[in-house]
Each structure stands twice: as C-alpha cells, then as structure tokens.
C-alpha cells in the first residue's frame, strides 16, 4: 500500500528556516577556508616596512590548516542542520516516523570529511577547471550522501523508494550549484560577495534535498492502520 507523503508539515518557515542555516554555515566556512588556504598554499615571504626597515613574514601553513578545519566544519555542520531541519516537516501520514541515530551520525561525519577534501582541493589548487570540479563534485556528494543516509536512518511500518531520474538530478543540482559556490568563493573580496557564495551553497543544499524529496515514495507493510500524525520525525 502507498502511503500519503506531506513534506511541509509546518508550512514554507521551515524551508525558509534550512535554508537560512545553511546559507549562513556556507558563508562563514567559505570566507574561513579558501583564500587563507590559497595564502597558506602559496607559501610566498611577505614584506613590509617599519621605520624605513624591510622586514619579512612568511606563511603559516598550521594556521591555514586550522582554518580549513573549521571551514570543513562550519559547512559540514550547515548543511547537516538544513537537512535535519527540513526533516521536521516531512510526514508519512498513515505511519508515526523515527529516526536511528548512527545514520544520524554518519551522515555528519561524511559531509564534513567530502566538505573538506572538496575546499582542500580548491583552496590549495586554486581556481583551475579541474579543481573545481573536483571540489565541486566532492562537496555535492556529500551534501547528497548526507541527505540519503539521513532518509535511511527513518524507521517505520514500510519503506522508501525513488525514482532514480530524480535521484541523479538531485545529485548533479547538488555539485553544480557547489561548483558554483566554491567558484564565488576563490573570488570574494567582501563580505556580502562571502554571503553571495553562502547562498550559492544554500541553493546547492535546499534544491538538492527538495528534488530528493520529490523522488520518494511510500510503500507501507500490508495491515498498518491510517494514523494521521502531524509531528516531526522523534530521534
């Protein structure tokens, strides 16, 4: 028996909501991790002057390390959060949902070491073709693997299934749009160009996780009674 999908429970705030997590995670992660990787990448000695004086200062790469670190985690953390928080207004109506922690977890750990390997990539690669779509692919990735492990870890009387056109879209909306991101990023110069690549990255999450979304369907165990629920996925 197909159940009764309802993705918006809790009305258009909730998307509003995600999208504004992952938009302001993205921002403060790009600004953090790509230009002081590219400074630390480079390696070049820095002068300046002081009473007439030439000193110079050469890159600290342990610091740009560090702050690729906390980029990986803020964008990682983003993007993790939205899909939790657009989660809570997903439904099955005929069946109460719950959700098994590890994938949960998983889910966290995987889209902030693909993050990171992506902004790695691209803050010490620069901003070459290649380098960004590889960044870009990683980075969609796990912004999808996230998503679908967090849809696995759902636990009720049935299961999911998917259209895999939809599936592919979803993945492919998810590293263009990341490309784009990280393309914006190499480029920032100010801070709301930094929030321009925060929405960048918020559009690559919320429209891959709303086509994902899209691509289910219910399929619920024979004799499970219609139980008309309202409330969020319970952990």
Avoid: K, N
């Avoid at 004086?53 to 803020?74: F, M």
């Amino acid at each position: 028996m197909r159940g009764t999908v309802d993705g918006f429970t809790h009305g258009p705030a909730i998307l509003a909501l995600a999208f504004l997590v992952a938009c302001l995670g993205a921002a403060v992660g790009l600004r953090c991790a790509i230009r002081p990787s590219r400074t630390a990448r480079t390696g070049r000695p820095r002068e300046t002057r002081t009473g007439g004086l030439r000193t110079t200062r050469t890159g600290r790469r342990p610091s740009g390390t560090v702050r690729l670190l906390l980029g990986a985690l803020s964008v990682g953390f983003g993007i993790w959060i939205m899909h939790h928080v657009a989660i809570t207004g997903f439904t099955v109506v005929e069946a109460p949902l719950s959700r098994d922690r590890p994938h949960v977890l998983i889910g966290l750990v995987v889209v902030v070491v693909m993050v990171g390997v992506g902004l790695f990539v691209v803050g010490y690669r620069g901003a070459t073709r290649m380098a960004l779509i590889t960044g870009g692919a990683l980075t969609g990735l796990g912004i999808a693997s996230t998503h679908y492990l967090g849809m696995a870890g759902i636990r009720f009387q049935g299961h999911f299934t998917y259209e895999t056109p939809l599936v592919v879209l979803s993945v492919l909306i998810a590293a263009t749009a990341a490309t784009a991101a990280l393309r914006a990023a190499l480029s920032t110069r100010t801070l709301l160009s930094g929030l321009g690549a925060g929405v960048m990255m918020a559009l690559a999450v919320t429209g891959m996780h709303y086509t994902g979304m899209a691509a289910l369907g219910v399929q619920l165990q024979p004799g499970v009674p219609s139980v008309v629920s309202a409330d969020p996925p319970a952990d």
